[in-house]
Structures are given as structure tokens and as C-alpha cells.
């Protein structure tokens, strides 16, 4: 897919992973539409895009809300034109250990909100954006790419049942776009990250991210233009689709 004047979508775009891969597809040309619920954050990302020369837009858009998405593909659409790309890279973490006890004795449990939230955003959030974007690109004739942004706790991760269980149907979707929308010469692809360098790792003891990076045989975290650089790989190359690039620096051997 040529990405010089491509409409793209990045849900979650206005910080972290999201910008970064804004930054990256923008500065091949591509014209983005930010999608975030931060509006503040959304100014400021599409402020310094413009500053570095890349067209960009803001879209405010709550992903977990039907008509919140609807608004905001419809606005994209009338300002920029059809959507050719995008990413699905909001998301949130509601971290908690199904079940935790001492003693014999059942001390606390994963709420179902803490379940629900995670799932409304990760994943229902995935398929009502999934949807109008596609709707947007067979409509228009034109294809285009849709990259869905998993995890490699996808495989299972103490404490994320919610998480784990989000990425691992993103996946699954994605296996299931890439075969019914082929036809409409629509690919759709994933990137399940490992662990990246972000504001949340940023905040952690010392100790905790020594431990956490001990683990990773490359010995670092990753960048988010690491990250980048895989969306940015999955719409170049027209004959992927159907499956994941997992960028961990060999964490899930």
C-alpha cells in the first residue's frame, strides 16, 4: 500500500505507541487522523506532527461507545476523506489476580468492571472500529490495511485475565478479517509488542524494571518506533496478511 496521501486512522494516537507510529507512517507521507478521548493530549500530538510538516487531524472517540465511533469515522471521512488505514492501538490495563486468598481464605477477587472495562476497550473496541473503517474502504472502492495492535500476554500473563484474554481475540479476529475482506482487497494484519519503553515502565522502581528487562534475552526494552516500524511494515507489504509480527527482542521464544 502506498502511503503518500493514505488516509490513516490511530486509535489511541495522541501519546505513547500511538504517536509514535503516527509519527512514523506521517513522516512516509501518510495523512493521519489522531483518535483519542484526551483532547487535550490530541491538540498537542497533532500540534508537534504539524510543526515536523505531517497532515494530521484530531478526532476525539471513545472506542467502547457505538455512536461515539460512528461520529467520529463519519468526521474523519467529511474532513479528510475515506479512511485507506488503520490502527487499533487504544487500549487499557485492569490488572488483578482472579482469585487471591491466604489462609485458605478468599481475600479478593478480579471485579466483573475490571473484567468488562478491559474487554469493552480491547476488544469491543477493536471490532466497532474495525468495522466502520472497513465499511469506509469497501465503500470507497479503494481497499486498504487494518493492523490491530495485540500482546504477547496474549499467550497468558499472571494477573491479566482481562488482557490476555482481549489480545489473544484480537488475534483471532484479525485471522477472521483477513479471509472475509480479502475479497475487497482489504489485508489486515497484528503486532503483538513486548515490553516497550512508556510512560508506564518509565514510572517503575528501579529494581522492578532491572527484573523486568533481566528477563528479555536482548537485554532492553524496546523503543516505540520498534513498534512502529512493524505497523509501518504491514501496510507496506502487500502480500501480508492474516498474521502477527511479534516485536518482544525475543522475550516469547
Same mark, same amino acid.
Given at each position: 500500500?502506498?502511503?503518500?496521501?493514505?488516509?490513516?486512522?490511530?486509535?489511541?494516537?495522541?501519546?505513547?505507541?500511538?504517536?509514535?507510529?503516527?509519527?512514523?507512517?506521517?513522516?512516509?507521507?501518510?495523512?493521519?487522523?489522531?483518535?483519542?478521548?484526551?483532547?487535550?493530549?490530541?491538540?498537542?500530538?497533532?500540534?508537534?506532527?504539524?510543526?515536523?510538516?505531517?497532515?494530521?487531524?484530531?478526532?476525539?472517540?471513545?472506542?467502547?461507545?457505538?455512536?461515539?465511533?460512528?461520529?467520529?469515522?463519519?468526521?474523519?471521512?467529511?474532513?479528510?476523506?475515506?479512511?485507506?488505514?488503520?490502527?487499533?492501538?487504544?487500549?487499557?490495563?485492569?490488572?488483578?489476580?482472579?482469585?487471591?486468598?491466604?489462609?485458605?481464605?478468599?481475600?479478593?477477587?478480579?471485579?466483573?468492571?475490571?473484567?468488562?472495562?478491559?474487554?469493552?476497550?480491547?476488544?469491543?473496541?477493536?471490532?466497532?472500529?474495525?468495522?466502520?473503517?472497513?465499511?469506509?474502504?469497501?465503500?470507497?472502492?479503494?481497499?486498504?490495511?487494518?493492523?490491530?495492535?495485540?500482546?504477547?500476554?496474549?499467550?497468558?500473563?499472571?494477573?491479566?485475565?482481562?488482557?490476555?484474554?482481549?489480545?489473544?481475540?484480537?488475534?483471532?479476529?484479525?485471522?477472521?478479517?483477513?479471509?472475509?475482506?480479502?475479497?475487497?482487497?482489504?489485508?489486515?494484519?497484528?503486532?503483538?509488542?513486548?515490553?516497550?519503553?512508556? /510512560?508506564?515502565?518509565?514510572?517503575?522502581?528501579? /529494581?522492578?524494571?532491572?527484573?523486568?528487562?533481566?528477563?528479555?534475552?536482548?537485554?532492553?526494552?524496546?523503543?516505540?518506533?520498534?513498534?512502529?516500524?512493524?505497523?509501518?511494515?504491514?501496510?507496506?507489504?502487500?502480500?501480508?496478511?492474516?498474521?502477527?509480527?511479534?516485536?518482544?527482542?525475543?522475550?516469547?521464544?
Amino acid at each position: 500500500m502506498k502511503l503518500d496521501k493514505s488516509v490513516i486512522a490511530i486509535t489511541g494516537g495522541a501519546r505513547g505507541l500511538g504517536f509514535a507510529m503516527a509519527r512514523r507512517l506521517g513522516r512516509q507521507g501518510a495523512t493521519l487522523a489522531l483518535m483519542d478521548l484526551d483532547t487535550d493530549a490530541l491538540d498537542k500530538a497533532v500540534s508537534t506532527l504539524h510543526a515536523e510538516g505531517i497532515e494530521a487531524g484530531a478526532f476525539r472517540l471513545n472506542v467502547a461507545d457505538e455512536t461515539s465511533v460512528k461520529q467520529a469515522f463519519g468526521d474523519v471521512a467529511a474532513s479528510l476523506g475515506p479512511v485507506a488505514g488503520l490502527v487499533n492501538n487504544a487500549g487499557i490495563l485492569r490488572d488483578a489476580l482472579l482469585v487471591k486468598a491466604k489462609d485458605g481464605k478468599v481475600e479478593k477477587t478480579m471485579s466483573l468492571e475490571q473484567w468488562q472495562s478491559v474487554i469493552d476497550v480491547n476488544l469491543t473496541g477493536v471490532f466497532l472500529c474495525g468495522r466502520e473503517a472497513a465499511s469506509q474502504m469497501v465503500e470507497a472502492n479503494q481497499g486498504g490495511v487494518i493492523v490491530n495492535i495485540s500482546s504477547i500476554s496474549r499467550a497468558g500473563n499472571m494477573g491479566q485475565s482481562n488482557y490476555a484474554a482481549a489480545k489473544a481475540a484480537v488475534v483471532a479476529l484479525t485471522t477472521t478479517w483477513a479471509k472475509e475482506l480479502a475479497r475487497y482487497g482489504i489485508r489486515v494484519g497484528a503486532v503483538a509488542p513486548g515490553f516497550i519503553e512508556t /510512560d508506564m515502565t518509565a514510572s517503575m522502581r528501579e /529494581d522492578m524494571l532491572e527484573k523486568l528487562t533481566a528477563g528479555v534475552p536482548l537485554k532492553r526494552l524496546g523503543d516505540p518506533d520498534h513498534i512502529a516500524q512493524s505497523v509501518a511494515f504491514i501496510f507496506e507489504n502487500d502480500y501480508f496478511t492474516g498474521r502477527v509480527i511479534e516485536c518482544d527482542g525475543g522475550l516469547r521464544l
